[in-house]
Nanobody, 123 residues
């Protein structure tokens, strides 16, 4: 069992930055790939980015490439999502999740989820 808690969301103007954190407790954090997903009102939860267990591999959805950066600190049991050049269309609740492989991009492929943190980007 892994318990995940996100933080760092908030209201920011377009072009601004936010850094989300995902703190994990429970079973070995370093044994899980970590993913970030987001869900806007009225839309399905969508994949944003994932990172492998060692932090050496990552996969980004096209819409965030060059703007978002995922990282992890296994010593601190924490994953991060640095979001730069934010756009109004990035507005959503952001969720971190733990799973088996960073190559997985489907919601059903991730076993553990945080409660989400809201990111709102004003134009």
């Amino acid at each position: 069992q892994v318990h995940l808690v996100e933080s760092g969301g908030g209201l920011v103007q377009a072009g601004g930055s936010l850094r989300l954190s995902c703190a994990a407790s429970g079973r070995a954090f370093s044994s899980y790939a970590m993913g970030w997903f987001r869900q806007a009102p009225g839309k399905e939860r969508e994949f944003v980015v994932s990172i492998g267990q060692s932090g050496d591999s990552a996969y980004y959805t096209d819409s965030v490439k060059g703007r978002f950066t995922i990282s992890r600190d296994n010593g601190k049991n924490t994953a991060y999502l640095q979001m730069n050049s934010l756009k109004p269309e990035d507005t959503a609740a952001y969720y971190c999740a733990a799973g088996a492989s960073f190559r997985n991009r489907a919601v059903a492929q991730y076993n553990y989820w945080g409660q989400g943190t809201q990111v709102t980007v004003s134009s």
